[in-house]
């Protein structure tokens, strides 16, 4: 399937009425090496095919409880100009799974998810909700946390359980996120996060915390 790029007109700012253009990108926030244990993506495919994607340019590497594979698939993603690899984590945290973004170092541990979430914003990382609703969530837990955004569209989650995220990022007034959560090769890249922002770290943390995204899919694989 192929799918045309956003792509949006000229706006003038209110304080100085000068155009300036605003970027979309498209960015899976949940995505496994092999670094994970459970997992058998290879660095090196996970950057070719994310080379050759027309419309996904940007991946979070969430592997679990290490920034390993984020290290490896980062480094072979600097010979390409118009891709982005995501710091990040999935920490098994006591209570559930969390996800952290702009991450550089693991927290501290035991990890407590409330720790794990003070630690996440002492560096100014993002907090998400991983599928709260699926084994290893959070669950309803979830709703009395400090957290940036929730996992609302998860690539192996049922439907049930990803409305059930919806609901809960709706009645905690958070941001909905989506990540195809791909372990294994042929995992199709089926979901993406629209963020307004351009390939920048910083900029795609700001608008995810300000709410600048959207959880979005397609009916089948996007074949690239």
């Given amino acids: 399937m192929t799918m045309s790029k956003t792509v949006f007109k000229p706006v003038r700012t209110s304080s100085s009425h000068q155009k300036s253009r605003m970027n ?26 994310l080379n050759k994607h027309p419309t996904v340019k940007a991946m979070a ?18 010979a390409y100009s118009d891709i982005l690899i995501i710091p990040g984590v999935e920490i ?5 799974e969390i996800i952290l973004l702009g991450i550089r170092q693991l927290p501290p541990e035991p990890w407590v998810v409330r720790n794990v979430i003070a630690y ?45 995220a919806e609901e809960l990022a709706r009645v905690r007034g958070l941001p909905g996120v989506a ?19 351009s390939l920048d770290v910083d900029e795609i943390l700001a608008a995810i915390t300000k709410g600048n995204v959207r959880a979005s899919l397609t009916e089948k694989s996007i074949d690239f």
């Fill in 24 to 49: 979309m990108i498209r960015a899976d926030l949940h995505f496994h090496t092999c670094y994970s244990p459970d997992a058998t993506n290879s660095p090196k495919n996970i950057v070719e095919k």
């Fill in 61 to 78: 590497i969430t592997d679990h409880n290490t920034l390993e594979g984020y290290r490896k698939t980062a480094e072979l993603a600097k």
């Fill in 92 to 96: 098994s945290a006591e209570e559930g």
């Fill in 120 to 164: 996440s914003k002492a560096v100014n990382a993002v907090t998400i909700a991983a599928h709260p609703y699926r084994g290893y969530g959070l669950g309803d837990f979830a709703a009395k946390l400090d957290l940036d955004a929730i996992e609302t569209l998860n690539g192996i989650t049922s439907p049930h359980q990803n409305k059930k």
């Fill in 179 to 197: 990540g195809s959560d791909s372990h294994f090769y042929y995992d199709p890249w089926n979901v993406y996060t629209e963020i307004q922002a």
